[in-house]
């Protein structure tokens, strides 16, 4: 008995010491976590209809644009084109499209609004192409005619000048807002914050880049209808419009849209506020500025005044 009391301390001293002597055991290893890449969602498309409208209303600084659905311009185009060619068969107007004349113009006088229309599938013109904003007057006709004739200055009544002028009939064009003089720091500001209501004395008024637009583009013998439709400006809404300050005396006197390089107002400007299909934008990037070749001179003749000189606007 003695003898086990003894032994059982000695191996009780031995167990604590062995277990004091090994070495801890490392803690088993955390597994590293996989990271798994969570992939980028696709973009969502922007649907066409809000492309349309931001890209119409970037300049828009007076009154907003009225854009209406783009899935909707092609089978709205088609209906008032087909209704305009009844309505002014006895003019001669057919949709047929001729070779050489790739686009159509409607004015619609009443919405101060000019759509341009291009050949369909069936070679008709009935594909709203582009929606510019103007400004005509109580004496502007209606009907159908082919132009005849273009200038790219034109004195008007008053005396006043116009750019970029196209002749529809008579005594009735295309052209500009009017210039107190033929300079391109003159135009009559005051009638310039005129565009989209009636304001000329018959004439269809455009900012520069529109009417250029339609001298560039439209040869002579390009056909133009003049209808009225105030409750419907046209398949593509119509276009806001910028204003300009009659205060500032360093940028009242240019159109903003004008593409001469001595225009102070900023590049943005230089595409206006036309409502554009997809093919037109297409164009645009394609072809401006091969268009600068036929920019008129930034002096010719004449002198300068200001809105208060009352004179007859054209």
Not at 234 to 248: A, E, R
Not at 298 to 304: I, K, P, Y
Request: glycine share 8%; hydrophobic share 35%.
């Amino acid at each position: 008995m003695t003898i086990v009391r003894r032994i059982i301390p000695l191996v009780l001293a031995a167990t604590i010491l062995a277990g004091c002597s090994r070495k801890p055991r490392d803690p088993d290893p955390v597994p590293t976590p996989v990271v798994t890449a969570t992939p980028t969602p696709a973009p969502t498309a922007t649907p066409e209809s809000a492309l349309v409208m931001a890209t119409a209303s970037t300049n828009a600084t007076k009154d907003a644009p009225q854009v209406t659905d783009p899935t909707t311009w092609d089978e709205a185009g088609k209906a008032l084109m087909e209704s305009l060619a009844e309505q002014f068969a006895g003019d001669g107007m057919t949709l047929d499209a001729q070779e050489g004349f790739p686009y159509l113009v409607a004015v619609n006088r009443a919405a101060s609004t000019v759509t341009v229309y291009t050949a369909d599938e069936e070679n008709r013109y009935t594909v709203p192409f582009m929606a510019m904003v103007c400004s005509g007057g109580e004496d502007t006709p209606t009907g159908y005619w082919t132009t005849p004739v273009n200038y790219d200055w034109r004195l008007l009544m008053g005396p006043s000048y116009g750019q970029y002028a196209t002749r529809i009939y008579g005594g009735y064009l295309f052209h500009s807002v009017p210039y107190y003089s033929q300079h391109k720091d003159d135009v009559e500001y005051d009638e310039f914050n005129e565009l989209g209501s009636l304001a000329s004395l018959g004439c269809i008024r455009l900012a520069v880049v529109d009417v250029k637009w339609i001298y560039d583009n439209c040869p002579i013998g390009t056909p133009v209808v003049i209808y009225d439709d105030a409750e419907n400006p046209g398949p593509m809404g119509k276009p806001g419009t910028i204003y300009t300050d009659p205060k500032d005396e360093d940028k009242r006197g240019w159109d903003p849209t004008d593409p001469d390089p001595a225009n102070p107002w900023d590049d943005s400007y230089l595409t206006g506020t036309a409502i554009r299909s997809q093919e037109a934008w297409d164009q645009w990037d394609a072809e401006h500025e091969n268009w600068l070749s036929s920019l008129t001179p930034t002096d010719l003749q004449g002198w300068s005044t200001d809105s208060s000189i009352v004179g007859t606007r054209g």
